[in-house]
């Protein structure tokens, strides 16, 4: 079975999106939330937050965050697919938040470990249509309860996303 914990248009600056369960999350510092990945896309080494690097620079994109039982399998027409691993301990209170708190909300994810897979499509059309006043990327976080493992770059779909691997990842 899948829930959808969010399902709409996430507004935002810079590329930034990330979720929260403890301490201020995101600060800017790629050291802190990529040490020890491969990854330059889905930050999740730091403490009490994983960052998702978006493609666009301003404006909205379709972020949809589900949580399943049961790993839900690779869906292969999506362009870029990273994996990585985080715990929400007992008592936290996830919640999302694009930068600044430009947009954001409680997110109903329940204390476990979870493997995180972060698919996209459209990455290189939302780089070149930042401004773009439609959406034009597209963005598929899943989460299922899961044993801690290194991160894992499955799918690279252009330059755009590579870009990022190799300026904020490859941190090993």
């Known amino acids: 079975m899948v829930d959808v914990l969010l399902d709409e248009i996430v507004m935002t600056d810079y590329g930034q999106f990330e979720i929260r369960w403890a301490g201020d999350g995101w600060d800017g510092d790629a050291d802190i939330a990529f040490a ?43 362009q870029d697919c990273i994996e990585v691993s985080i715990a929400i301990p007992e008592g936290a209170e996830p919640v999302w938040e694009s930068w600044g708190g430009e947009s954001g909300g409680r997110l109903e994810l329940p204390a476990n470990a979870y493997r995180l897979r972060v698919i996209a499509r459209d990455r290189e059309i939302g780089r070149e249509g930042e401004f773009a006043e439609d959406v034009v990327d597209f963005y598929r976080l899943q989460f299922w309860p899961a044993d801690q493992e290194p991160d894992r770059i499955v799918r690279v779909g ?3 996303a590579e870009y990022w691997h190799s300026a904020w990842g490859r941190r090993r």
């Open 158 to 160: 252009g330059p755009e």
């Open 36 to 78: 020890g990945q491969e990854n330059g896309l889905v930050g999740a080494a730091g403490s009490g937050y994983v960052y998702i690097n978006l493609a666009r620079r301003s404006g909205g994109s379709s972020v949809r965050i589900e949580l399943s039982d049961v790993d839900p399998g690779d869906d292969q027409t999506w």
